[in-house]
């Protein structure tokens, strides 16, 4: 079984910056692309990076620029720093990715979520 927990959420003013993580662990053999996507309230689940397993990367245009997706195959994580926060990146944020744990191919995983809040 396969686990990704995301951590690093919170409350935040417009212009400030947080650093979301997130862990993959349990029966992993590889781990292929990892994401973040957010969900706002009343909006669908938008992708909001990608990173491959050689560190390509790939942005949503509304976050380039601000976020920065990084990734660290030895400890199985994945960050998403974000920068010059804007109220409109209030939303809940997913880690995922696409892991292959039995050497069957890859099976996409998520995280819980975790909370942004921008606000004054």
């Known amino acids: 079984q396969v686990q990704l927990v995301e951590s690093g959420g919170g409350l935040v003013q417009p212009g400030g910056s947080l650093r979301l993580s997130c862990a993959a662990s349990?029966?992993?053999?590889?781990?292929?692309?990892m994401r973040w996507y957010r969900q706002a309230p009343g909006k669908q689940r938008e992708l909001v990076a990608t990173i491959t397993s050689i560190g390509s990367t790939n942005y949503v245009d509304s976050v380039k620029g601000r976020f920065t997706i990084s990734r660290d195959n030895a400890k199985k994580t994945v960050a998403l720093q974000m920068n010059s926060l804007k109220p409109e990146d209030t939303a809940v944020y997913y880690c995922n990715a696409d892991v292959d744990s039995r050497r069957m191919g890859p099976v996409g995983y998520w995280g819980q979520g975790t909370q942004v809040t921008v606000s004054s």
């Open positions: 349990g029966s992993i053999f590889s781990i292929y692309d």
